[in-house]
């Protein structure tokens, strides 16, 4: 990481208490991952957690979408951080090995089941050309609904800023058994 670990003596005095509440469960310090650098801003990490713990418990998508959603932005974002933490994740929600390889790798990818298929077609149109053309965009809402399209949306946004954290302060990745995204 390019910073120090931020400690509670460093913190303004006004963003103390956003400090507490963020680091209540590890010990007074956030140590690793997107959120070492995102507590630099305790209360923009505060406000940022309602969103993702929204996103991961209370999310009308099914943990599968999500995991499927978060390695496609891992790849377009480049980020070796979340790509460590969701690609043996999607495998074990039924994403093929075949798809997370190619999709690291960068390789032509095979197609999924129509439903998936529909998810990936909108997020690699939406991170490919910041657009979704008519056809994609009705085949997710007539397949998912408005309220699954926007917490897709919104999936890919948070872990692109996630992936802007982690990118920027070079954050360090585990030892895994993962490889690591060819960049």
Not at 50 to 78: C, F, G, H
Request: net charge negative; hydrophobic share 35%.
């Amino acid at each position: 990481m390019r910073t120090p670990i931020l400690t509670r003596d460093q913190v303004p005095e006004n963003l103390r208490d956003a400090f507490d509440h963020e680091t209540a469960n590890s010990g007074g310090v956030v140590d690793s991952g997107p959120g070492s650098a995102m507590i630099n801003s305790p209360e923009m990490r505060r406000r940022s957690n309602y969103l993702v713990n929204y996103l991961r418990d209370e999310s009308s998508l099914p943990k599968q979408i999500q995991e499927l959603v978060m390695i496609l932005t891992a790849r377009n974002m480049d980020c070796q951080y979340i790509w460590h933490a969701h690609s043996a994740r999607a495998r074990q929600q039924g994403i093929s090995d075949e798809f997370v390889d190619n999709l690291r790798d960068g390789k032509p990818l095979p197609q999924l089941s129509d439903d998936l298929q529909i998810v990936v077609n909108y997020v690699t149109q939406l991170f490919d050309n910041h657009r979704v053309d008519e056809a994609t965009f009705r085949a997710a809402i007539d397949r998912y609904g408005a309220l699954s399209v926007t917490e897709i949306s919104t999936l890919m946004g948070y872990y692109s800023l996630l992936a802007f954290n982690a990118n920027a302060f070079e954050i360090d990745v585990p030892d895994g058994d993962e490889p690591k995204l060819p960049i």
